[in-house]
């Protein structure tokens, strides 16, 4: 079955700190893969994607993610969090089935 | 117009109540999708729709009863609900169900009594 394991539950760290976040994904096809935000009492939005092509990806708000195919893995990087970064971080895997399948997710919260 | 409302917010209910959650979308996006979620966990996916036609029941029970009408709505009927089922009721849309990232709308609030 596939699955989404994301290793950092909850990060605290102080402004400017650099952040990275890890998820790894377990399926062997093709696969589309995600990093969603959801900010304290807002909805989930989407921060950034990828499809194929560039394994570096960027996306909004300064974040940006790298694919690595050997690895499984699709992890999350900020060169320096800001106090308005604290919000829920969800990895998500979308398999050809249509089924998305979100990690577990990870609270980070920024220290001013 | 790119964004997927819902209502109600917040919706109270006793287990022997029926009432219906609903979702809007004017994107041209022909999958929709439910979704629960408990505090601090992941959504979790209940039900997939695709040009209109249910393709994905995630073995919900039948107490909830999804009904997409057209390509821009999405209802979910809720009957003899339990306590339980108390959480936050997210819709989505993307344009198609392979490769295309869902947007997510705000959610309704849901508290079974």
């Known amino acids: 079955a596939q699955s989404v394991s994301q290793h950092n539950h909850h990060v605290i760290l102080s402004e400017a700190a650099s952040l990275e976040l890890g998820c790894n994904y377990s399926?062997?096809?093709?696969?589309?893969l995600f990093w969603y935000v959801q900010y304290p009492g807002q909805h989930l939005q989407l921060l950034l994607k990828?499809?194929?092509?560039?394994?570096l990806v960027k996306g909004i708000k300064g974040f940006e993610a790298e694919f690595i195919k050997s690895k499984f893995s699709f992890n999350l990087r900020k060169p320096s969090v800001q106090w308005s970064d604290t919000a829920e971080y969800f990895c998500?895997?979308?398999?050809?089935?249509?089924?998305?399948?979100f990690g577990q997710g990870t609270t980070l919260q920024v220290k001013p | 117009d790119t964004e997927v409302t819902q209502t109600p917010k917040h919706l109270v209910m006793g287990m022997t109540n029926k009432k219906s959650l609903k979702c809007e979308q004017h994107?041209?996006?022909?999958?929709m999708y439910w979704y629960k979620q408990k505090a601090k966990k992941p959504p979790e996916l209940m039900f997939v729709?695709?040009?209109?036609?249910?393709?994905i029941n995630e073995s919900v029970p039948s107490r909830f009863s999804p009904e997409c009408p057209n390509s821009s709505l999405l209802n979910l009927h809720l009957h003899a609900l339990q306590p339980e089922d108390s959480a936050l009721y997210l819709c989505?849309?993307?344009?198609?169900?392979?490769?295309?990232?869902?947007?997510f709308g705000p959610g309704t609030r849901l508290t079974v009594l």
């Open positions: 998500a895997v979308n398999a050809p089935t249509g089924k998305l399948i």
């Open positions: 994107m041209g996006h022909r999958a």
């Open positions: 990828y499809f194929s092509g560039d394994p």
């Open positions: 729709y695709s040009y209109e036609k249910l393709s």
């Open positions: 399926y062997g096809g093709t696969v589309n």
């Open positions: 989505a849309s993307s344009q198609g169900t392979s490769g295309f990232p869902p947007f």
